[in-house]
């Protein structure tokens, strides 16, 4: 069993930066593709980035492409999440989670979640 632990979550201004982080135990890192994922209240869970295996490819959604970027370290066993330029839409509860082997966007694909963390944008 993967275990993920979501870090770097907080309070920030729009137009402001934050570093997500996602620690992992219990498996081979390096097998498993890895998404961020958010939701805000009221709305469905959504794909916000997702990282294939070895680090490339990746792919973002348009809603954060050219503002928020992800990436690995296979040697730490962590997924990064770096955001900038927030805005208040950015605001919700941003998972990251885990599936072996395929490249996938859908969260319902996803085998392994964090338990969340909280991203505030105030305007």
């Known amino acids: 069993q993967v275990q993920l632990v979501e870090s770097g979550g907080g309070l920030v201004q729009a137009g402001g930066s934050l570093r997500l982080s996602c620690a992992t135990s219990?498996?081979?890192?390096?097998?498993?593709?890895m998404g961020w994922f958010r939701q805000a209240p009221g709305k469905e869970r959504e794909v916000v980035a997702v990282?294939?295996?070895?680090?490339?490819?990746?792919g973002h959604a348009d809603s954060v492409k050219g503002r928020f970027t992800i990436s690995r370290d296979n040697a730490k066993n962590t997924v990064y999440l770096q955001m900038n330029n927030l805005t208040p839409e950015d605001t919700a509860v941003y998972y990251c989670?885990?599936?072996?082997?395929?490249?996938?966007?859908?969260?319902?694909?996803?085998?392994?979640w964090g338990q969340g963390t909280q991203v505030t944008v105030s305007s």
């Open positions: 989670a885990a599936r072996p082997f395929s490249f996938r966007r859908n969260f319902k694909e996803y085998n392994y």
């Open positions: 219990g498996g081979t890192f390096s097998t498993y593709v």
């Open positions: 990282i294939s295996r070895s680090g490339a490819p990746t």
